[in-house]
DNA sequence: TATTGTTATACTCTATAACTATA
DNA sequence: TATAGTTATAGAGTATAACAATA
């Protein structure tokens, strides 16, 4: 199957004969290659047991240790029960460590463990090597362009810097 | 505002905390930028009753009219089962037709019904709006800029034009 | 009564495998 | 026996709501 060409007018039945070109705008290409590139990114990582939502939380929690998983949920923008979820998975590793707040009994303070550190030091080798296998096209002129462009795409969107939005809850858009 | 280079070198404060910065490649804006921007294309469409892979679908049926769901399943990466389900919604809402092969009765041709076609011209528009919507940071220049960096990236990622990569079905990782 | 974390539950999406009807 | 489409089923992911402990 390697034909190239279609006739436009068939014969037998009329066909509404829509317009059917392939989108080649830049907002195509960044779904196209943002889903790529986080695709490639989670092979790597599963390499050493993580998703992706692991890495986010490995990364906020060691931003700003103790907080809460109230708190944590609110930053990310996800709700309470899946910070559970997530949270017992990497705590099932030995990654990071609920503490009892003396202050508030009811708060779980979150910390990583020794190997949650370590292992969230990998991660930046991975990042590294995984920017490079993605941006491999580029020289390292049009890298530093392309990311000025990007940053300025991204901040105008408002998205918070290095929060995923696959954490958000969706807005709206489901199957009806 | 402007990335002066990504000079987070060690300017001599203390850091009493541990390797917690954010990620600023460009391979994180990718992901984070195209996952928002689905995202909001997703909002969009469902003011048509779409969803993305509705949309992309009745455009890979109206490039090549009258081919059977075998192959469309094919070119898209995805499994048979998955394109049943999801021209079960499309000819549910009347805007695709399957019908039987008179060459080989076991095969079905699909077809965009009238209401089809013009619920995917619509979508141009849509896709305009979104484009305009999610670049409004960057000048006509910028924008060309881009899309010619992204779409050398794409390129050397070996990214189908036009078909998103969410269809494709890569169970451990595997690239073809 | 309000809040934190948790559990129970349901729903969406998508893949695998079994099944049918043709060939 | 082989193929196209379908149905049945299961699993991952994530949301909502009810619940227990604590304030």
Redesign the interface.
């Known amino acids: 199957?390697s034909s190239e060409r279609?006739a436009a007018d068939?014969p037998g039945e009329p066909?509404?004969?829509?317009?059917?070109r392939?989108?080649?705008?830049?907002?195509?290409?960044?779904?196209?290659?943002?889903?790529?590139?986080?695709?490639?990114?989670?092979?790597r990582v599963?390499e050493l047991g993580l998703t992706p939502p692991d890495i986010g939380l490995l990364?906020t929690i060691?931003?700003r240790?103790g907080r809460s998983q109230r708190a944590l949920a609110a930053e990310l923008g996800v709700v309470p029960s899946r910070v559970v979820a997530l949270i017992d998975h990497l705590d099932g590793k030995g990654l990071v460590e609920r503490r009892r707040s003396t202050e508030d009994r009811r708060n779980h303070e979150l910390y990583?463990s020794e190997e949650g550190?370590r292992l969230?030091?990998e991660v930046?080798g991975i990042?590294?090597a995984?920017?490079d296998d993605?941006?491999?096209?580029?020289d390292d002129g049009?890298?530093?362009?392309?990311?000025?462009?990007?940053?300025?795409?991204?901040?105008?969107?408002g998205?918070t810097?290095?929060?995923?939005?696959?954490y958000r809850n969706?807005?709206?858009?489901?199957?009806?």
């Open positions: 199957m279609q068939e066909e509404p004969a829509p317009p059917a392939p989108p080649r705008g830049a907002a195509f290409l960044l779904t196209q290659l943002g889903t790529h590139a986080a695709e490639r990114f989670a092979v599963a990364r060691a931003t240790p990583l550190g969230l030091g930046w990042a590294a995984h920017e993605i941006l491999s096209a580029l049009q890298r530093d362009r392309l990311t000025e462009l990007l940053g300025l795409v991204a901040a105008q969107q998205l810097p290095g929060v995923h939005p696959g969706l807005p709206d858009g489901r199957r009806s």
